[in-house]
């Protein structure tokens, strides 16, 4: 199984990004896909998540917005109003199982994919 993610770059405050993450060699059409992110210096945290619903981190809510495509197996964060803060490695994640209360808990996903930078400055 991997996941690829693509996307990330360079970006102004305010500005937007969408990143991709393709997930090949298993399906999770009926699992949860993820992003989640690490700034310099602090531990990966979680920002989004899908599986029947959409769940997000409250840092992220009413800017960032996590869809996906099942028959693409791709799992999509659009994410606006980009401020310093979000600057950080995405990963995405995916697995299968995974019960509602344990979504934002990183070790629920069995599959990671290699991350893509962000970079939130003027």
């Known amino acids: 199984v991997q996941l690829q993610a693509f996307g990330g770059g360079l970006v102004q405050p305010g500005g937007s990004l969408r990143l991709s993450c393709v997930a090949s060699?298993?399906?999770?059409?009926?699992?949860?896909m993820a992003w989640f992110r690490q700034a310099p210096g602090k531990e990966r945290e979680f920002v989004a998540a899908?599986?029947?619903?959409?769940y997000y981190a409250d840092s992220v809510k009413g800017r960032f917005t996590i869809s996906r495509d099942n028959a693409k197996n791709t799992v999509y964060l659009q994410m606006n109003s980009l401020k310093a803060e979000d600057t950080g490695v995405y990963y995405c994640?995916?697995?299968?199982?995974?019960?509602?209360?344990?979504?934002?808990?990183?070790?629920?996903?069995?599959?990671w994919g290699q991350g893509t930078l962000v970079t939130v400055s003027s």
């Open positions: 899908f599986r029947w619903n959409a």
């Open positions: 060699g298993r399906t999770f059409r009926n699992g949860c």
């Open positions: 994640a995916a697995g299968n199982g995974i019960i509602q209360s344990t979504i934002p808990e990183g070790t629920s996903y069995h599959y």
